[in-house]
């Protein structure tokens, strides 16, 4: 039973990357997924979360209007599509599911955690 981040990588102020949160062993339709990300030096927030319908998102100011979360519970597969990213967005990316709750900085609030995707953004 796992969440799989990927999709990070090292790409110049104002391009996009798409993340992926893929989980195998349980069904990702029956969870909230989040996002986190932890910058060097900086604990982890949480910024962004879809219900486990995809009928709910939220997305806290700092990536409002840039990211986009989605998720094909078909694919059990929870996306983020980040676009005109900023130097400040550098930092390891996280997946998290949660039955309880879909965004909280509570990190025990959630089931199963990602193990890291680092995003890079130059300037």
């Known amino acids: 039973v796992q969440l799989q981040a990927s999709g990070g990588g090292l790409v110049q102020a104002g391009e996009s990357l798409r993340l992926s949160c893929a989980a195998f062993?349980?069904?990702?339709?029956?969870?909230?997924i989040a996002w986190f990300r932890q910058a060097p030096g900086k604990e982890r927030e949480g910024f962004s979360c879809?219900?486990?319908?995809?009928?709910?998102?939220h997305y806290t100011d700092s990536v409002k209007g840039r990211f986009t979360i989605s998720r094909d519970n078909a694919k059990n597969t929870v996306y983020l599509q980040m676009n005109s990213l900023k130097p400040e967005d550098t930092a390891v990316y996280y997946c998290?599911?949660?039955?309880?709750?879909?965004?909280?900085?509570?990190?025990?609030?959630?089931?199963?955690w990602g193990q890291g995707t680092l995003v890079t953004v130059s300037s």
């Open positions: 998290a599911a949660s039955r309880i709750i879909c965004l909280s900085q509570t990190m025990h609030e959630y089931d199963f």
């Open positions: 062993g349980f069904t990702l339709a029956y969870y909230a």
């Open positions: 879809i219900s486990s319908h995809g009928g709910s998102t």
